[in-house]
């Protein structure tokens, strides 16, 4: 059994010094590896310099920056290998620096009236020589585009894949949760969703809902047990396939 | 002998997934750590979880994310200790996220003729319930706000300490760097200012020239000669104070 784990989060350039972080630690893609390296799967991790990261002889280390990264990676790698599963638990960023100006730069391309914004602020920083952007100003405005959606492109790649996807959302009702993750297994295509909320998340304390296609729902307390879930539930299907 | 180091980078919340980070690997700030703590200094040491940490008994550690938290564990790290020296090695932020809105919440703010946009965007932003930017627009728009400059506290809080600032340019002329440096030791009353330039710092290698009151320059070619450099100075002012 081969399968792809992503792990950690990424991190997207605003200039040469600053960058923009989606906060991960790697804790729980580190579980679900060694929870799969003990039962000898050969393992694909594309992870990142900050992420933890697990220990066993049969996982193979991709380290990436960004999205465009991940991306880039990820679709070589199911290029050349078949994989039986994907676990898609890195934190994506869903949006990537476009243009970085000063509130005085932002305000004269207002005045102009431009028909494209964004795409007037882009100018505006392209002219700019300086690689890292002047603090001689009270206010930055940087002006983020959406990345692609990396998850809907898994089962593009590969179609027989078993394909886990995470939901991570702050503070909201269990239901709000739920439905939230059933939404993103429709559209993406996904076997199961791992929804979680970051406030109920503490250490090692981890509440999850492993989330599958007929809906059925098993949840899981600590990082540990998620990822004894998760490999359960992808090596049993695996089975049945 | 009792020193105040600063390593690593600072990490600004845009909401609670992501965030803005500076890069800084902390190796820089470990080696400055580690040169003193040879000679038995006592060394307080501000970083971040995720920079390199120094070993050596007399290092006691201050963990810290924001410039917010830097700004309040220096200022209280000053008020009950006397510092011989205190060397600013951190990359700080110099903008923290104010506000965060879509595209459309810009322009809608911009057709309304605000007197103060930035302040239209923070009320926009508060309405907005979710602690997790919606994902469903595709601009975002980060306005930052000017960070408070720490370097310039340490010589009010405590004008007799031997101040060693850090000026990190990237990619320009050594004359345009060495003089950003001395304007930089000029403006907040720095003993030492090392100033260095991102596009000759390569793993171990790293070009740095420090600075003094007397405008004299002395170079160094890896991150353990800057530290050597700078405890030697540091030890010859003091001895001589």
Redesign the interface.
């Known amino acids: 059994m081969r399968i792809l784990i992503t792990s950690g989060g990424t991190?997207e350039k605003?200039?040469?010094?600053?960058?923009?972080?989606?906060?991960s630690s790697g804790k729980l893609g580190k579980a679900i590896a060694e929870s799969f390296a003990k039962e000898d799967v050969v393992i694909d991790l594309i992870t990142t310099r900050?992420a933890v990261k697990p220990e066993g002889k049969t996982i193979h280390f991709h380290l990436i920056d960004s999205t465009a990264d991940l991306e880039r990676t990820l679709k070589d790698l199911m290029t050349v290998n078949t994989y039986d599963a994907v676990i898609h638990s890195m934190?994506v960023?869903?949006?990537t620096p476009?243009s970085s100006v000063t509130?005085e730069d932002?305000?004269s391309a207002?005045a102009k009236e431009p028909a494209d914004?964004?795409k007037a602020l882009v100018d505006i920083a392209n002219e700019r020589t300086?690689?890292?952007i002047s603090?001689d100003?009270?206010?930055?405005?940087?002006?983020?585009?959406?990345n692609p959606k990396i998850i809907s492109l898994i089962k593009n790649l590969q179609p027989k894949t078993i394909l886990v996807g995470f939901k991570?959302?702050?503070?909201v009702p269990m239901i709000e949760l739920l439905n939230v993750a059933k939404a993103s297994l429709e559209k993406n295509h996904a076997d199961f969703i791992l929804a979680n909320d970051?406030a109920e998340i503490r250490d090692e304390k981890h509440h999850g809902y492993l989330i599958n296609k007929q809906h059925k729902v098993k949840e899981a307390h600590t990082k540990t047990e998620i990822a004894e879930l998760i490999k359960e539930e992808v090596m049993k299907l695996e089975e049945v396939k």
Chains 1, 2 share one sequence.
């Open positions: 991190s605003i200039d040469d010094v600053r960058a923009i972080t989606n906060h900050n934190a960023s869903d949006f476009e509130l932002l305000e207002i914004l964004p300086e690689k890292k603090s100003t009270d206010h930055l405005v940087v002006v983020l585009k959406k991570l959302l702050v503070d970051l």
